[in-house]
T-cell receptor, first 113, second 117 residues
Framework: GNSVTQMEGPVTLSEEAFLTINCTYTATGYPSLFWYVQYPGEGLQLLLK?????DKGSNKGFEATYRKETTSFHLEKGSVQVSDSAVYFC????????????FGRGTSLIVHP | GAVVSQHPSWVICKSGTSVKIECRSL??????MFWYRQFPKQSLMLMATSNEGSKATYEQGVEKDKFLINHASLTLSTLTVTSAHPEDSSFYIC?????????????FGAGSRLTVL
């Protein structure tokens, strides 16, 4: 079956530091890959997506590249802000499987001033 | 863009009572909605998939009689926690699938925090 593995958190950084949150996956077919973000007390919001190999999704300074050879979709940001503090979820839809997405366990990011 | 409205945001109830949570798609039709429960340390658990005009599909281990799901129309799905107990206290989130940029994506409601006293 499909699965998504994210790095354990919390990730604690100082403002303006570089961020990487690792995500790897296993899936049947040709999955689309996503990062969702959840701010405290809220639901999840789509942050970025990539639908095929070598695609780069980007939004709000965050980027992730769909790497089929390493089955990875790592989230990066060059300079984090306090307002980026949230929980980040990596997810996939597999075109060869059910319509139900598979989520990672989430990684909490804490950014200090 | 697609918006999913979820109410109430917060609810506190006494043990043994029932609570209804509504999830509405505001500017699109959702024949399917997903209901998640979020546990401490943020992991999401898919509880069930609601389908307009038919019975919901529950995930293994989820009590159908405790968590009643009704998808009454193309824009409304409801989750009723019946005879709630303190262990049902949690954050419940609904979502609806749609298309964006050639990909299937989920639009989430803002979530409902249930506290059972």
């Amino acid at each position: 079956g499909n699965s998504v593995t994210q790095m354990e958190g919390p990730v604690t950084l100082s403002e303006e530091a570089f961020l990487t949150i690792n995500c790897t996956y296993t899936a049947t077919g040709y999955p689309s890959l996503f990062w969702y973000v959840q701010y405290p007390g809220e639901g999840l919001q789509l942050l970025l997506k990539a639908t095929k190999a070598d695609d780069k999704g980007s939004n709000k300074g965050f980027e992730a590249t769909y790497r089929k050879e390493t089955t990875s979709f790592h989230l990066e940001k060059g300079s984090v802000q306090v307002s980026d503090s949230a929980v980040y979820f990596c997810a996939l839809y597999s075109s060869g499987g059910s319509y139900i997405p598979t989520f990672g366990r989430g990684t909490s990011l804490i950014v200090h001033p | 863009g697609a918006v999913v409205s979820q109410h109430p945001s917060w609810v506190i109830c006494k043990s043994g009572t029932s609570v209804k949570i509504e999830c509405r798609s505001l500017d699109f039709q959702a024949t399917t909605m997903f209901w998640y429960r979020q546990f401490p340390k943020q992991s999401l658990m898919l509880m069930a998939t609601s389908n307009e005009g038919s019975k919901a599909t529950y995930e293994q281990g989820v009590e159908k009689d405790k968590f009643l799901i009704n998808h009454a129309s193309l824009t409304l799905s409801t989750l009723t926690v019946t005879s709630a107990h303190p262990e049902d206290s949690s954050f419940y989130i609904c979502s609806a699938p749609g298309r964006s940029g050639g990909a299937n994506v989920l639009t989430f409601g803002a979530g409902s925090r249930l506290t059972v006293l």
